[in-house]
């Protein structure tokens, strides 16, 4: 019997250690995305459309500091959306289906007003597929994206540039689409014309650093419970 309890203690005090450790290198994560996170949001509005046919709506972005970034594309999903259009200066706008989006899309800019160009290739040979972004059931999306040399990215406190980098206010309409129903997850696409990197980020929390705390403290409580056992 003491065995027995020895080794359920060995076990408890294990499970500590590692639910410790896993907890703080989920905090250690989760500090370094959180050193500077992208202050941004979107908010989908419906526009009276009279009380007949299709709604008609946009998607009305705000930002902060986006930390030395720059929003080059937006994609929303909406399995009912009939047409997307955007209202920004040198941006576009097109409904794509999962398949056409994981068959691998080229967002880029002719001329990124410093005689380069970001490049995001969606799909799970790019930027990520469909399904990652916005679950196994949707298959529409709205994708608005940077396109056109005399056109400039979003940039801090809802502005946006144009090519000669005057800066001008976003304007409500810049995101503007026809749908049968509303329904929206917002992912937007940041660009960083210092090192070329690009990211995505959208509403959901990072899963993994949830994911490592959460075993973290399973290890805790199963420690808890087995010296409780030992006594």
């Not at 999903?77 to 080229?106: M, R």
């Not at 399904?131 to 994708?143: M, R, T, V």
């Not at 690009?198 to 650093?209: D, G, I, L």
Request: glycine share 12%; aromatic share 10%.
């Amino acid at each position: 019997m003491d065995s027995l309890v020895k080794a359920k203690r060995s076990f408890a005090a294990a499970c500590a250690g590692l639910g410790f450790a896993l907890s703080l290198i989920a905090s250690t994560a989760s500090a370094a995305v959180g050193t500077c996170t992208p202050q941004v949001s979107v908010v989908e509005q419906m526009l009276d459309n009279g009380g007949s046919g299709p709604l008609f709506g946009q998607y009305v972005m705000a930002t902060g500091n986006l930390c030395g970034m720059q929003i080059v594309a937006l994609a929303v999903d909406n399995d009912q959306s009939l047409a997307a259009y955007a209202g920004l200066s040198g941006w576009n706008a097109q409904v794509v289906a999962d398949n056409f989006w994981d068959a691998g899309i080229v967002l880029s800019r002719d001329d990124f007003g410093t005689g380069s160009s970001y490049h995001i290739t969606t799909g799970p040979g790019g930027i990520g597929s469909f399904a990652s972004f916005f679950g196994p059931y949707a298959s529409l999306a709205n994708i608005y994206w940077l396109s056109a040399h005399y056109g400039g990215p979003v940039v801090d406190n809802s502005t946006a540039f144009t090519a000669v980098g005057t800066p001008i206010p976003l304007p409500e309409d810049a995101f503007q689409f026809e749908t049968r129903a509303p329904a929206s997850v917002p992912i937007l696409f940041l660009y960083d014309s210092a090192t070329g990197a690009t990211q995505a980020v959208s509403a959901v929390p990072e899963p993994t650093a949830l994911a490592l705390l959460a075993v973290g403290l399973l290890g805790l409580l199963g420690a808890k419970r087995g010296l409780r056992a030992g006594h």
